[in-house]
């Protein structure tokens, strides 16, 4: 059961690791924090062929520019 930001899921996550900026070593003070992940579906949902490809998470807005305190995530299924 994978719990984060993006509240319980009922998947079992892989890996999850830093990306973007932080990851390339060219992160700044106004740099966000993103991370993405592999996750495997419960057998349930991959039998009832509704798997979700990719859940998504942030702190941030639409509507704005990441702010150094924003988090994005990218969890995607195998």
């Known amino acids: 059961m994978f719990e984060g930001m993006m509240g319980e899921k009922d998947m079992d996550l892989i890996v999850k690791m830093k990306f973007g900026s932080h990851l390339y070593g060219t992160a700044t003070d106004a740099s966000d924090i993103d991370y993405k992940g592999i996750y495997l579906p ?3 949902d991959i039998l009832l062929n509704r798997v979700q490809k990719c859940y998504n998470f942030t702190t941030g807005g639409d509507q ?15």
């Open 42 to 44: 419960s057998r349930r």
């Open 64 to 78: 704005k520019k990441n702010s150094p305190d924003d988090i994005d995530e990218e969890i995607y299924s195998t």
